[in-house]
C-alpha cells in the first residue's frame, strides 16, 4: 500500500477526535545549526476545512486496527473499513515534510490498540522519540496515552510531547459499560491519575524533575451518543477538572457512522448542543460560575439551544441585575450576559478614566443586544426592568444569532 | 503648518521625534503617505530626548502596517497626546485609543494569518542544495514584523517569503529584505502538495459541513496561494446534503422561535385580517402597507424577492420599481411572461431607514423572515408551484433556510418542503448596484437562472 493511501485512510480514521490545540507549550526555537521548529505558547491553525474545523497539526492514527469494539468507534473491529498500518518512520517523515513547508504546527499521533497497551504506546512513544532526539524537531507533540500502558512508557511519552491525552469517551459509568463493553472507566480514570501525578511531580520538582508534558493533558468526551443530560455531562466535566487538572475537554457531537449498532441513535446531535456546552464549559473556567450556578442555567437538566446558558443563568436571577458597570466589581460583570472577558478587561481599566456611559460599552465592544436588560450606565437604565424574564426571553431569541453553527 | 511623506516606521519616526519635542500640534501636520521620504530640514531635527512608554512604540510600530492613510496622523496624535497625558491608552473608550486598537488588531491578526497561511514550495539548485520559496499577499504591510517568526522555525532552511510590497530572504541564518522577483520565477508546484491535499480531504468531516465558519477565519482571499483550496469545492459538494439536512433543522428551530415570539405578542390586538393586518413583527410600523404576491395563481414558476422596496411600498405591487425594470428586462431575455409567473416577496412590508430626504432599504432581519414565512408558505400551499426561484439571500433565506452566498447556492440543488424545487439567483437590485463590468455579468447570471428555471418547469 502506498503512502498516500495509508494517509487517506489514517487521516480519515482519526477525524473524529475533535481535539486540534497546539497551544500551551513553552516558547522555544530551533538551534542554529541543526533541527526545526518552534512553539510561541499560542496555537496556530495552518488552515480550515469545510467543516468549519482548524487543521493545526497532522493529525492520524499510527494504524485504524483496533482490538476493542467500542460501538461509537469507527475503528472498532467489526467495523468494515480499509485498514493500515504506518511504520514509525513514515509518520517521522511526513511530519517533517509537511512541518517544512509550513502546513502544519506539529504532530498528533493516536492510534488504535494493537497486540497489548505497552506495545502500542511503545510505538507512539518511539515516533516522537525519533522527532525530538534524532531530528531536534521543535514543533508541537500531541500523543495520545493508552489506559493501562505502563508509568515507564507514559513518563517517556511526557518527556518528548507538549501535550498527552486520554478519552474519558462517554459521560457515565453506564454508557461506556453498554457501548465501549471493554473499555473500563476506572482505567481510563486511571491513565488521568497518572499523568496527573507527573504533572505535579513535575510542577514540585521544578527545574530539576524530568520534562513531562508542559501543554498539561485533555480528554474528549462524545455527546448524543447515549441518553446522558446536559446536567450530567458538566457534572462529569467539573469531576474531570477538579480530579484531573485538565487544560480542557472536547465535547464531540456524535457522528452517525455507516452500518451503525441499534443501540445508538441514526441522528446526529444538533451541533447547537455541542456549541452549548461548550458555552457551559467556558462558564466554568472562565467565568468562575460554579457547578450549582450553572444547574440554573440548565433546567430539567437541559441547556436552552435557543439562548446562551449565562442569559438563561441570568433570567433566573434577575434580582441581581441591573449592575452598574461604574462600580460593580469583576465577578458581577462576569456574571452580565454579552459581556466577555475582554470587554470586562476594557471595562474596568476605562472606568478610571471616565464615567462609562452607554456609547461607550459599544466602542469597548459589548454585546449590547443582551447586555442592555442587565447593566446599568451613567446615562442608562433597562426601561423593562419590571418585565417578566419569560418575556425578556422571547424578546432576546427574536433577534438570533449565532447561526455561523449551521 | 508642515508636511511629510512617509511610507515606513522609520521615517515618520525620524519626522515626528522633533516635531513631538517642539510641541508642534497635531493640527500643524500634515502626513502624506509617499515613496520620497526627505527628512526635515537640520534646524529641527535636534530634539530634546522624548519619553514615550514601550507599550505605545509597539502600538504605533503595529498600526503604521495598517494600510490606510489615516494611520500616520493617528499616531501622531496618539503620541501627541500621550505626552500629555501619561495613561492615555488605559482608556480604551477614548476614540483615538480605540480607533488604534482596532487597528493594531487587524495588523496582528494578519501577522498570524501570514504565520498560518504562509506556504512553501521547494526547489532543489544545481548544487542539490534545497530552497523554500513562498508567495503571500497580505491586506496589511506586515513582512517586517511577521517574518522574525519564520527565522526561529526554520533557521536552518535557506527560504524566501515574497510579498507584493517587498521579499524577505533568510539565507546563512541571516535575514535581508529585497525588491520582490518576478513572481514567474518562484516554483509553481511541490511534488508534496498532493500529499498535502490528501491529508486536507479526509481529515474534514463531510457529514458537519459548515462553510461559514470555515470563511471567517480563512476567507477567500488567501485560497488562491493555498494548495489545499482546490478540495475546497469537492468536500462541499460532498457535505452539501447533510448541510441542507442541518439547514432545515436550523430553520425548524428559527420556526420555534417564530411561534415562540407568536406566542409573546399573542396579547397584541391581532385581527388576523391577512397580511396587511400582520403584527408577527414590528416593520409594519414604518411601511404603507402590506405588498402581496401577484400573478397566475396555477402558475409552474413562483418568484421569490426580498421585500418591498420604496416604490412597491408606495403602489402595493411586487417588483414595479427600479428593480422590477431590470427583472422585466431579464425575464423577457430568458423567454418568460411575467404573466405566466406568481411574483412575491419573502417579506411583505418595507423595511427602512431614513438616509437625507430617501427612505434607504434595510434588510430584513432573520426574526422578521421567520414570521413573515406564514405569509410565503400560504402562498407557496395556494399557487404550488414546481420551481421557486429565490432572488437574492435573503430569499433564500426565506424559502430554503439557507445561508449561503448566491455564487455558492447558484450551483445548489435545493429541494423545498412543498416539493417544489429551488433555483437560486441575484436580486435585481444587486445588479443596480454593481458597478458596469459586474453588473453585466450578474444580468448574465440572472438570466441564466431564469432560463434554467423555465426549462425545469416545463
Not at chain 1, 108 to 127: C, H, K, N, P
Not at chain 2, 82 to 99: F, I
Not at chain 2, 293 to 309: D, K, N, R, W, Y
Request: hydrophobic fraction near 40%; proline fraction near 6%; aromatic fraction near 8%.
Amino acid at each position: 500500500m502506498d503512502l498516500e493511501t495509508k494517509l487517506a485512510i489514517l487521516a480519515d480514521a482519526a477525524k473524529y477526535d475533535a481535539s486540534c490545540a497546539s497551544s500551551g507549550a513553552p516558547k522555544r526555537s530551533a538551534a542554529p545549526g541543526k533541527g526545526m521548529g518552534s512553539t510561541t505558547g499560542m496555537g496556530i491553525c495552518h488552515s480550515y476545512t469545510p467543516d468549519g474545523r482548524c487543521v493545526s497539526l497532522l493529525k492520524i492514527l499510527l494504524t485504524n486496527f483496533c482490538l476493542y469494539d467500542c460501538l461509537y468507534c469507527i475503528n472498532r473491529r467489526s467495523s468494515d473499513i480499509p485498514r493500515a498500518r504506518f511504520s514509525a518512520q513514515e509518520v517521522v517523515d511526513l511530519t517533517l515534510c509537511f512541518y517544512r513547508r509550513n502546513y502544519i504546527e506539529g504532530l498528533f499521533l493516536s492510534s488504535g490498540i494493537i497486540r497489548t497497551a505497552d506495545y502500542t504506546m511503545e510505538q507512539l512513544v518511539e515516533v516522537a522519540r525519533t522527532l525530538r532526539e534524532e531530528h531536534e524537531f521543535r514543533g508541537y507533540i500531541h500523543l495520545k496515552t493508552i489506559p493501562e500502558a505502563s508509568p515507564e512508557l507514559v513518563a517517556a511519552a511526557g518527556r518528548y510531547a507538549d501535550r498527552l491525552s486520554v478519552n474519558i469517551e462517554l459521560p457515565t459509568r453506564e454508557a461506556l459499560t453498554t457501548l465501549a463493553p471493554e473499555k473500563s472507566d476506572v482505567s481510563i480514570k486511571r491513565a488521568m491519575g497518572e499523568i496527573r501525578l507527573k504533572l505535579d511531580e513535575k510542577a514540585d520538582g521544578g527545574a530539576k524533575a524530568p520534562r513531562f508534558s508542559p501543554a498539561g493533558q485533555s480528554t474528549q468526551l462524545i455527546v448524543g451518543a447515549d441518553e446522558s443530560s446536559d446536567a450530567s455531562i458538566m457534572e462529569t466535566a467539573d469531576t474531570l477538572y477538579r480530579s484531573y487538572k485538565l487544560r480542557r475537554i472536547y465535547y464531540s457531537a456524535f457522528s452517525p457512522i455507516q452500518r451503525t449498532s441499534a443501540l445508538l441513535p441514526n441522528k446526529a446531535p444538533p451541533l447547537m448542543r455541542e456549541h452549548r456546552l461548550y458555552q457551559a464549559d467556558w462558564l466554568m473556567r472562565y467565568y468562575e460560575f460554579s457547578l450549582g450556578e450553572l444547574s440554573q442555567a440548565m433546567p430539567g437538566g437541559k441547556l436552552d439551544l435557543s439562548v446562551d446558558p449565562k442569559t438563561t443563568w441570568a433570567l433566573a436571577n434577575r434580582h441581581q441585575f441591573p449592575v452598574d458597570v461604574n462600580t460593580a466589581d469583576r465577578h458581577q460583570l462576569l456574571r452580565v450576559p454579552g459581556l466577555g472577558v475582554r470587554v470586562i478587561d476594557r471595562i474596568i481599566s476605562s472606568r478610571r478614566h471616565r464615567k462609562l456611559r452607554y456609547e461607550d460599552l459599544k466602542t469597548l465592544g459589548a454585546t449590547l443586544k443582551r447586555a442592555r436588560h442587565f447593566i446599568c450606565t451613567a446615562d442608562y437604565r433597562p426601561q423593562q426592568s419590571d418585565r417578566s424574564s419569560d418575556g425578556l426571553r422571547h424578546a432576546l431569541i427574536s433577534a438570533p444569532e449565532q447561526q455561523s453553527l449551521f | 503648518m508642515y508636511s511629510a511623506c512617509v511610507q515606513e516606521f522609520t521615517q515618520w519616526r525620524e519626522v515626528a521625534r522633533p516635531l513631538l519635542s517642539t510641541g508642534t500640534v497635531p493640527e500643524d501636520m500634515e502626513w502624506k503617505l509617499g515613496r520620497h521620504f526627505e527628512p526635515l530640514a537640520p534646524s529641527l531635527t535636534a530634539p530634546t530626548p522624548l519619553r514615550l512608554s514601550r507599550q505605545l512604540i509597539e502600538l504605533l510600530e503595529t498600526i503604521s502596517c495598517y494600510r490606510h492613510d489615516g494611520r500616520w496622523d493617528l499616531m501622531y496624535r496618539l503620541a501627541w497626546r500621550s505626552l500629555r497625558q501619561p495613561h492615555l491608552l488605559e482608556d480604551a473608550a477614548d476614540p483615538d485609543v480605540h480607533r488604534a486598537m482596532q487597528m493594531a488588531s487587524a495588523v496582528n491578526r494578519e501577522i498570524h494569518k501570514m504565520h498560518a497561511f504562509v506556504r512553501f514550495r521547494e526547489m532543489t539548485d544545481e548544487q542539490g542544495e534545497k530552497k523554500y520559496f513562498a508567495w503571500f499577499e497580505p491586506t496589511h504591510q506586515v513582512l517586517r514584523l511577521g517574518v522574525p517568526f519564520f527565522c526561529k522555525r526554520f533557521p536552518n532552511m535557506e527560504w524566501m517569503i515574497a510579498t507584493p510590497d517587498g521579499t524577505a530572504l533568510w539565507r546563512n541564518g541571516e535575514l535581508r529584505f529585497i525588491e520582490t522577483p518576478d513572481k514567474s520565477t518562484l516554483p509553481k508546484a511541490d511534488a508534496h502538495e498532493g500529499l498535502w491535499r490528501t491529508y486536507y480531504r479526509n481529515i474534514c468531516n463531510v457529514s458537519r459541513i459548515n462553510p461559514p465558519a470555515m470563511r471567517r477565519e480563512m476567507p477567500q482571499r488567501y485560497w488562491r496561494n493555498l494548495p489545499e483550496s482546490v478540495e475546497i469545492q469537492t468536500l462541499l459538494r460532498d457535505g452539501q446534503s447533510s448541510f441542507a439536512q442541518r439547514q432545515r433543522e436550523a430553520m425548524d428551530l428559527e420556526l420555534a422561535k417564530a411561534r415562540a415570539m407568536q406566542r409573546a405578542l399573542a396579547d397584541l390586538p391581532d385581527h388576523s385580517g391577512g397580511p396587511s393586518a400582520c403584527r408577527r413583527c414590528d416593520i409594519w410600523r414604518h411601511a404603507t402597507q402590506a405588498v402581496l404576491g401577484e400573478g397566475s395563481t396555477s402558475a409552474f414558476i413562483m418568484l421569490v424577492g426580498e421585500q418591498p422596496g420604496d416604490e412597491e411600498d408606495l403602489r402595493g405591487r411586487p417588483f414595479v420599481g427600479p428593480a422590477g425594470r431590470v427583472l422585466d428586462e431579464a425575464l423577457k431575455v430568458a423567454g418568460l411572461e411575467r404573466g405566466d409567473l406568481y411574483v412575491t416577496n419573502a417579506v411583505k412590508h418595507f423595511k427602512w431607514q431614513p438616509r437625507g430626504k430617501r427612505r434607504l432599504h434595510q434588510r430584513p432581519a432573520a426574526s422578521e423572515l421567520a414570521a413573515c414565512n406564514h405569509w410565503l408558505d400560504a402562498e407557496v400551499s395556494q399557487v404550488k408551484p414546481r420551481i421557486i426561484v429565490a432572488l437574492g439571500v435573503s430569499a433564500l433565506r426565506a424559502v430554503a433556510g439557507l445561508t449561503d452566498s448566491i455564487e455558492s447556492a447558484r450551483q445548489l440543488q435545493i429541494p423545498h418542503a412543498s416539493g417544489a424545487q429551488v433555483v437560486c439567483t441575484y436580486h435585481p437590485s444587486a445588479i443596480l448596484r454593481a458597478d458596469p463590468a459586474n453588473a453585466d455579468q450578474l444580468r448574465t447570471h440572472l438570466v441564466d437562472d431564469l432560463r434554467r428555471a423555465r426549462e425545469l418547469a416545463a
